[in-house]
């Protein structure tokens, strides 16, 4: 009997000293992050995965840590490699959860970064479907996921003030989809707002969404909150300046 039990405590070390790595790796991303070392936390998210796939947690930090460092890679090819990248890791979320409203959320934030390397006019317009399609999957199974809700926003915001031929390439395309309209647009990026408060992106893009709007008073209202709010990551200095920018024009 004592036999067993050794064998059982064996065969149970590897899965504790699995554990306590992926505790101490998230950790140390965690802090990485807080120093807006985002690469750096991203490979360490990228080294729970390599011995947890299906963690969702690492999975979704490295969804958005690739889509924000893969932004601000100066060449375009590198770009879509990263943004590829991160919808593998998307993807992977709904194969190991389908009924987490995460996994589709990464998968419409991923999507929308597609569109920015996408050249080919037809998955252009797929990527701005799926964007569509993803978060409403994720907003069905939870209705107060904060980014799913701005995703939807930013989509009906991007889809109103896109140029004549792309709107047109989108509805003779793919047929279908909602008619967009900055009301929506406002509305769920001031549920994301409710949600995260703190959201400098969020609330820079609901700020133009009003000014597009035609309402001066509520888009200065935004803007100025946006400028105030604490920087958190790397991007929001630039958004927060850029937010400023737009208020001094509307002064």
Same mark, same amino acid.
């Given at each position: 009997?004592?036999?067993?039990?050794?064998?059982?405590?064996?065969?149970?070390?590897?899965?504790?000293?699995?554990?306590?790595?992926?505790?101490?790796?998230?950790? !140390?991303?965690?802090?990485?992050?807080?120093? $807006?070392?985002?690469?750096?936390?991203?490979?360490?998210?990228?080294?729970?995965?390599?011995?947890?796939? +299906?963690?969702?947690?690492?999975?979704?930090?490295?969804?958005?840590?690739?889509?924000?460092?893969?932004?601000?890679?100066?060449?375009?090819? /590198?770009?879509?490699?990263?943004?590829?990248? =991160?919808?593998?890791?998307?993807?992977?979320?709904?194969?190991?959860?389908?009924?987490?409203?995460?996994?589709?959320?990464?998968?419409?934030?991923?999507?929308?970064?597609?569109?920015? *390397? !996408?050249?080919?006019?037809?998955?252009?317009?797929?990527?701005?479907?799926?964007?569509?399609?993803? =978060?409403?999957?994720?907003?069905? %199974?939870?209705?107060? &996921?904060?980014?799913?809700?701005?995703?939807? +926003?930013?989509? &009906?915001?991007?889809? *109103?003030?896109?140029?004549?031929?792309?709107? %047109?390439?989108?509805?003779?395309?793919?047929? +279908?989809?909602?008619?967009?309209?900055?009301?929506?647009?406002?509305?769920?990026?001031?549920?994301?707002?409710?949600?995260?408060?703190?959201?400098?992106?969020?609330? %820079?893009?609901? +700020?133009? =969404? $009003?000014?597009?709007?035609?309402?001066?008073?509520?888009?200065?209202?935004?803007?100025?909150?946006? *400028?105030?709010?604490?920087?958190?990551?790397? /991007? /929001?200095?630039?958004?927060?300046?850029?937010?400023?920018?737009?208020?001094?024009? %509307?002064?």
């Amino acid at each position: 009997m004592m036999k067993y039990k050794w064998m059982i405590l064996f065969c149970c070390i590897p899965f504790f000293s699995i554990a306590q790595e992926t505790t101490l790796l998230f950790k !140390e991303a965690v802090n990485l992050e807080t120093q $807006y070392k985002e690469q750096e936390a991203l490979d360490k998210y990228r080294q729970i995965l390599l011995n947890e796939p +299906g963690n969702m947690k690492a999975l979704l930090k490295a969804v958005e840590l690739s889509c924000s460092t893969g932004e601000r890679l100066p060449l375009k090819n /590198d770009k879509r490699i990263t943004f590829e990248s =991160a919808m593998s890791y998307a993807k992977r979320m709904v194969t190991t959860d389908s009924a987490n409203a995460e996994g589709y959320y990464a998968i419409a934030l991923v999507s929308g970064k597609m569109t920015e *390397v !996408e050249t080919e006019n037809k998955k252009t317009v797929q990527f701005v479907r799926d964007i569509k399609i993803n =978060a409403d999957k994720a907003l069905k %199974l939870n209705p107060n &996921h904060a980014m799913a809700n701005f995703i939807e +926003g930013k989509w &009906h915001y991007e889809m *109103v003030t896109l140029n004549w031929a792309k709107k %047109l390439a989108v509805k003779t395309l793919y047929g +279908g989809l909602p008619e967009p309209s900055l009301d929506d647009a406002i509305a769920y990026m001031e549920k994301c707002k409710a949600l995260n408060p703190y959201f400098v992106l969020n609330m %820079l893009t609901l +700020g133009k =969404a $009003y000014k597009e709007n035609r309402n001066p008073a509520k888009a200065m209202e935004t803007l100025q909150r946006c *400028v105030k709010l604490p920087t958190r990551t790397m /991007d /929001d200095p630039v958004l927060k300046a850029e937010a400023q920018k737009i208020l001094d024009s %509307l002064q």
